[in-house]
């Protein structure tokens, strides 16, 4: 089974700073793209950043210049370093993995279980 453990969500005042961690564990035969997406309440998932094996990053227009996704791949893990953080910055923010268990198996999305993120005064 592959696992994946989200952490580092939380209240922040505006114009402050998290940290997400999101580390993947399990049977693990490669690992392709790691992103970030969040949804507010009565809105749809929306993608944030995503980062491929190589380290080309794409970002949400709303968060450039003020998140940055990075990845460890020895350690399967995704980051996201949010900065500047606004009111509507606020969401859970869930974390994706597209990998391949095994050899020869087709590659899959699994989702981490959500961290909420909250920025208010």
């Known amino acids: 089974q592959v696992q994946l453990v989200e952490s580092g969500g939380g209240l922040v005042q505006p114009g402050g700073s998290l940290r997400l961690s999101c580390r993947a564990s399990g049977i693990i035969f490669s690992i392709n793209s790691m992103g970030w997406y969040r949804q507010a309440p009565g809105k749809q998932r929306d993608m944030v950043a995503t980062?491929?094996?190589?380290?080309?990053?794409n970002y949400a227009d709303s968060v450039k210049g003020r998140f940055t996704i990075s990845r460890d791949n020895a350690k399967r893990t995704v980051y996201l370093q949010m900065d500047s953080l606004k009111p509507l910055d606020t969401a859970v923010y869930y974390c994706n993995v597209n990998l391949v268990r095994r050899a020869s198996y087709p590659s899959e999305d699994y989702w981490g279980q959500g961290t909420q993120v909250t920025v208010s005064a």
């Open positions: 980062i491929t094996t190589g380290g080309s990053t």
